[in-house]
């Protein structure tokens, strides 16, 4: 079984083919398709290569399967004795994606 991480919107993820992933918002409509030149590992059954930062001439191709965006989060601020709070929140929008095919040479 072959798998790679790769690095998108400052986060790493661990990918195999076929896997859905949510990331963060890549500016791609549904159906179209994009490549992650920033592989920072490719393992592939026995090889392992570690890249220095990234792997050369390494790839992962995926498909924009939806945009979407993520339940709110609430974040309460507060201080003691002050007279003081706060509630803000917000809501994550992300981008799932299937990866398709994964690219060492």
Same mark, same amino acid.
């Given at each position: 079984m072959s798998y790679a991480i790769i690095q998108?919107? /400052?986060?790493? &993820?661990r990918v195999a083919e076929g896997d859905i992933l949510d990331v963060e918002k890549l500016p791609l409509?549904? /159906?179209?398709?994009?490549t992650f030149t920033d592989v920072l590992m490719v393992a592939n059954g026995e090889?392992?290569?570690?890249?220095?930062? $990234? !792997?050369d001439k390494a790839s992962v191709k995926a498909e924009v399967v939806d945009q979407w965006k993520d339940e709110k989060v609430i974040a309460f601020? $507060?201080?003691r004795?002050?007279? &003081?709070?706060?509630? !803000?929140?917000?809501?994550?929008? %992300?981008?799932? %994606?299937?990866?398709?095919?994964?690219?060492?040479?």
């Open positions: 998108t919107g /400052g986060k790493q &993820y409509e549904a /159906g179209q398709s994009t090889k392992t290569t570690i890249g220095a930062p $990234f !792997v601020k $507060f201080r004795r002050k007279g &003081y709070h706060r509630t !803000v929140g917000h809501r994550r929008q %992300l981008t799932k %994606l299937k990866i398709t095919s994964i690219t060492a040479k």
